[in-house]
C-alpha cells in the first residue's frame, strides 16, 4: 500500500503548526479523474484512505466535494471555492486554499490530529504541494485519458511502495 513521501518544502505562506499531507490515487500517466469521477473502483484503496483520514481535517476542492456528494463523517470537511455563495450542511467553506490551510491547522492543533489531509482535486494539489510535507501516493497500474492530474514534483526523501 503507499507510504508517505516527505517534501519537506515549506512554503513561506502558511506556517503550520500540523503537518500538511496530501493523499492520491493516481494513474501511471498522473491522471487522477475524469469528468468529476475516480477512473477506478479500488476497494483497498478507499479502505487506506479511511484509515489514513480518520479524524484528520480534509481539505478539498469544490469539484471534489461534488463527486463525493457528503462530508465525510468523523472528520473536519473544509472546501475550497471561489463561488462566494457556496455552502454545504457539515462542511466549512473557505475561497483560498491558505484560509483553508489555516483553518484546518487550528482544528488540528485543539483535536492533536496528526496531520492535515489535502484529498484533491487536480488544482487543490498543485496549490497544496509547496505546503506538503508528506505525500501518500497510490499509484494505480494503468494509464488512463483524464481531465484532472496530480502535479509533477520531484521527492526530496521518503519511502515508495507500489499498489
Not at 35 to 50: I, R, S, T, V
Not at 99 to 125: F, K, P, R, S
Not at 133 to 154: H, N, S, W
Request: net charge negative; hydrophobic share 40%.
Amino acid at each position: 500500500m503507499s507510504q508517505p513521501i516527505d517534501t519537506s518544502k515549506q512554503s513561506d505562506d502558511f506556517d503550520s503548526l500540523v503537518p500538511v499531507a496530501m493523499i492520491v490515487a493516481m494513474a501511471k500517466n498522473r491522471v487522477i479523474g475524469v469528468d468529476g469521477k475516480l477512473p477506478w473502483y479500488l476497494p483497498e484503496d478507499l479502505k487506506f484512505f479511511k484509515r489514513i483520514t480518520q479524524a484528520k481535517p480534509l481539505v478539498m476542492g469544490r469539484k471534489t466535494f461534488a463527486s463525493i456528494g457528503k462530508p465525510l463523517p468523523n472528520r473536519l470537511n473544509v472546501v475550497v471555492t471561489r463561488n462566494a455563495g457556496f455552502s454545504h450542511e457539515g462542511i466549512r467553506v473557505c475561497h483560498d486554499l491558505p484560509a483553508a490551510l489555516e483553518l484546518a491547522d487550528q482544528h488540528a492543533t485543539i483535536e492533536a490530529a496528526e496531520e492535515i489531509m489535502v484529498m484533491g482535486g487536480g488544482e487543490i494539489y498543485r496549490q497544496a504541494l509547496p505546503f506538503a510535507q508528506r505525500l501518500y501516493i497510490t499509484e494505480v497500474d494503468c494509464e488512463v485519458e483524464g481531465d484532472a492530474k496530480f502535479p509533477d514534483f520531484t521527492p526530496t526523501s521518503g519511502k515508495k511502495s507500489n499498489a
